[in-house]
């Protein structure tokens, strides 16, 4: 068997590039790790879901550190005093947020009378809070945004940044709701 596998080897030379022959040579070595795993005779498989959830599992442990969870603080230690504190403060209240660590968050709403609003948020990434930057009304029904709405969203969202003057909410709606009051 070993000579004929050889043979054919010979004959028949794999052309495919290392990384996909190493991909899937590292396929093939999982799914034999695979403690559960039946192939029937007409090819079908089956495994049992435990052994599945408890490899999940354990792949989660050992790569959280890879996965940044909003919620939680970048910082290093905080005491519990200053966690309660937080904790107790108003919604609206200002939270210290680094403007470096932002993501940009778009989000839409349609109006009855047919209306969308796209506002363009700012997520803390440290504090997990919202800030609307930006909102811009679409009263007609336009198949496509203009080519002029990114360039002048990008001069808005830096001017918000450069005044300073963001209001910061725990949840994204209570930042729109924020902003539609105030107009």
């Given at each position: 068997m070993i000579y004929l596998h050889r043979l054919i080897t010979r004959l028949f030379p794999d052309r495919r590039p290392d990384w996909q022959q190493k991909r899937e040579r590292e396929f093939i070595l999982a799914a034999n790790s695979?403690?559960?795993?039946?192939?029937?005779?007409?090819?079908?498989?089956?495994i049992d879901p435990e052994e599945l959830r408890d490899q999940i599992i354990a792949a989660r442990e050992q790569l959280q550190h890879l996965v940044h969870?909003?919620?939680?603080?970048?910082?290093?230690?905080?005491?519990?005093?200053e966690i309660e504190v937080g904790?107790?403060?108003?919604?609206?209240?200002?939270?210290?947020?680094?403007?470096?660590?932002?993501?940009e968050v778009v989000a839409w709403r349609r109006f009855h009378s047919g209306?969308?609003?796209?506002?363009?948020?700012?997520?803390?990434?440290?504090?997990?809070r919202f800030a609307v930057a930006t909102a811009s009304l679409f009263t007609e029904a336009i198949e496509s945004l203009?080519?002029?709405?990114?360039?002048?969203?990008?001069?808005?969202?830096?001017?918000?940044?450069?005044?300073?003057?963001?209001?910061?909410?725990?949840t994204m709606s209570e930042a729109m709701d924020a902003w539609d009051a105030e107009l």
């Amino acid at each position: 068997m070993i000579y004929l596998h050889r043979l054919i080897t010979r004959l028949f030379p794999d052309r495919r590039p290392d990384w996909q022959q190493k991909r899937e040579r590292e396929f093939i070595l999982a799914a034999n790790s695979l403690k559960t795993l039946k192939v029937t005779p007409e090819g079908g498989m089956s495994i049992d879901p435990e052994e599945l959830r408890d490899q999940i599992i354990a792949a989660r442990e050992q790569l959280q550190h890879l996965v940044h969870q909003p919620g939680k603080s970048s910082r290093p230690f905080q005491s519990v005093a200053e966690i309660e504190v937080g904790q107790k403060a108003d919604h609206a209240a200002e939270a210290p947020v680094e403007l470096q660590d932002c993501i940009e968050v778009v989000a839409w709403r349609r109006f009855h009378s047919g209306a969308a609003v796209r506002y363009v948020c700012l997520q803390s990434t440290s504090t997990g809070r919202f800030a609307v930057a930006t909102a811009s009304l679409f009263t007609e029904a336009i198949e496509s945004l203009p080519t002029w709405v990114d360039g002048n969203t990008n001069r808005q969202i830096a001017n918000a940044l450069q005044l300073g003057d963001l209001q910061w909410y725990a949840t994204m709606s209570e930042a729109m709701d924020a902003w539609d009051a105030e107009l």
